[in-house]
């Protein structure tokens, strides 16, 4: 990995390396994208640490060839839009954000699910403003709220995108039904799902995707830094690489699938750059067997 850390120095955009995926048909992005959840404060409420920190991140990201950032209402509530647009606008040609609605937040670390078609108006409304945007690129309902039909949410998606305040829909935490459903009513572009090496649970919704050409965004790709504990076999694979657990994570993810699209979050700037630097780190098949056989599916 010495010449990543060059390039690294040199400022050349390195998430280039990861190649492209076309959501939604039009939208372009490097499929090493960045999310934008932990540049809130604890419990992903109020502000950061240090918000120059946070905004020091989100350009740094743009610096290195990230064009996709994955963001929430819900995150803070508020503040991680709030900073991305500080940090990023008027936005660079070609920068993708995407955003989420479908959540409460009473406290830290505290997540209500609220469908509402009202609340979810509302949740696009609040996003516009404080991204700046007339218009929301990728709009991700956050859950589907069994508490309110199915139908009331994704047509409530429908209607924004419509009114011309969405471009493209996506969800998260759905099943391969859910998603057929959903489908009948709108296009559905991207699925946002927890997956990583460690945790293969959506392992069919990643196939359907894979079939139907909509972006996989897999959120907790990295579980929580289990892929780098002291007892992981990832290690083994990452030392024989000459990188780290975490870099062999994320590059397992995108050889894994062409529409995979890894979203890690980080507040620092020198973990962004060694995340970064996975776009480059190639796997060959007897390792992605390796790691598959040794990591196991949930």
Not at 54 to 73: K, Q, Y
Not at 129 to 136: C, K, N, S, V
């Amino acid at each position: 990995m010495q010449n990543h850390k060059s390039e690294l120095q040199q400022g050349h955009a390195l998430a280039e390396k990861a190649g492209e995926f076309p959501i939604g048909g039009d939208l372009r992005v490097t499929r090493l994208g960045f999310g934008a959840m932990r540049i809130t404060g604890d419990g992903i409420w109020g502000e950061p640490a240090d918000r120059a920190s946070a905004i020091r991140v989100l350009r740094r990201a743009v610096e290195l060839g990230i064009n996709f950032i994955d963001t929430a209402d819900s995150y803070g509530p508020g503040v991680s839009e709030e900073i991305i647009a500080e940090a990023l606008y008027p936005y660079p040609a070609g920068l993708v954000i995407a955003t989420k609605g479908g959540f409460l937040r009473p406290g830290p670390n505290k997540w209500v699910e609220n469908g509402k078609p009202e609340h979810l108006k509302s949740a696009c409304e609040g996003s516009l403003r404080r991204l700046r945007l007339d218009r929301i690129d990728l709009y991700q309902l956050h859950r589907i709220d069994s508490k309110v039909p199915a139908d009331d949410q994704i047509g409530t998606l429908k209607d924004l995108q419509a009114q011309g305040k969405i471009k493209h829909i996506g969800l998260s935490e759905v099943n391969v039904r859910q998603i057929r459903h959903a489908r009948t009513m709108v296009p559905i572009v991207s699925v946002q799902n927890r997956y990583s090496v460690t945790d293969r649970g959506s392992e069919d919704v990643l196939e359907f995707c894979e079939k139907e050409n909509i972006g996989f965004i897999p959120w907790f790709p990295l579980a929580a830094g289990r892929v780098s504990g002291a007892d992981s076999p990832i290690r083994h694979v990452a030392q024989q690489l000459e990188a780290t657990p975490s870099q062999v994570a994320l590059a397992w993810l995108l050889a894994r699938s062409p529409v995979m699209l890894p979203i890690p979050g980080t507040s620092r700037v020198e973990h962004l750059e060694e995340n970064v630097a996975a776009a480059g780190l190639q796997i060959d098949a007897k390792k992605m067997q390796e790691l598959s056989r040794m990591a196991g599916a949930r």
